[in-house]
Structures are given as C-alpha cells and as structure tokens.
C-alpha cells in the first residue's frame, strides 16, 4: 500500500505561480514511476507531468511545457510540481498518482492515487 497526500493548491491571479507538494508514505520502494494529473470540472482526467523514481525520464504535456517543473526528493519520498505563468485553463483539482511501471499519461494504469488539491487561476 502507498499513501499519496497532494498540498500546495490554491487561489492565484493569471501569471503567477504555486508550488504543489505530494508526500508518499507506506511501500514507496515497490513503485517507480509518479506522475501529475489534473481534472475539471466536466472533463476526464488529463496527464501533466511525470517522472521516474532516479529522475532519469520526465515527461510532460504539451500544454505545460516551458511552465510547469516536475522534481522529486526521494528522501523525503515527496516530489513536487513547480507551476510558473499560470493561466485560467489551468484552473483544476491536480492529482498525484504512482505506478509500478514507467511513466503513462494513461491515468487508469496508476495504482494509488491522492485526495487531489484545488488549483484556480483567476483572469
């Protein structure tokens, strides 16, 4: 069993930037590959960015390339999502999820998942 707890989200006008955290804790070794995910209202969950557990492989959507920074800190076991330049379409509850395979933007192919975190980019 992993335990994933997302925090960081929030309230931010167009432009700005948060930093979203996920903290694993339980059988963290037997996974591998982690990754974010977003959904909103109305919509399927869509892939953001992923990443191995070494670091060696990321991953990212189109839609966040050049914005978004995905890193982890196996010490901690967290890894984290730095979001700059953030616009409304990226108004959403940001997921993280883990996998004991390679990195997928599928997201029914991750096993554990968080309770998700609100994100709104206010115009």
């Known amino acids: 069993q992993v335990q994933l707890v997302e925090s960081g989200g929030g309230l931010v006008q167009a432009g700005g930037s948060l930093r979203l955290s996920c903290a694993a804790s339980?059988?963290?070794?037997?996974?591998?590959?982690m990754g974010w995910f977003r959904q909103a209202p109305g919509k399927e969950r869509e892939f953001v960015a992923g990443?191995?557990?070494?670091?060696?492989?990321?991953y990212y959507a189109d839609s966040v390339k050049g914005r978004f920074t995905i890193s982890r800190d196996n010490a901690k076991n967290t890894m984290y999502l730095q979001m700059n330049s953030l616009k409304p379409e990226d108004t959403a509850v940001y997921y993280c999820?883990?996998?004991?395979?390679?990195?997928?933007?599928?997201?029914?192919?991750?096993?554990?998942w968080g309770q998700g975190t609100q994100v709104t980019v206010s115009s």
């Open positions: 339980g059988r963290t070794s037997s996974y591998y590959a």
């Open positions: 990443i191995t557990r070494d670091g060696g492989s990321i």
């Open positions: 999820g883990t996998r004991a395979g390679p990195i997928t933007t599928i997201s029914r192919y991750y096993d554990y």
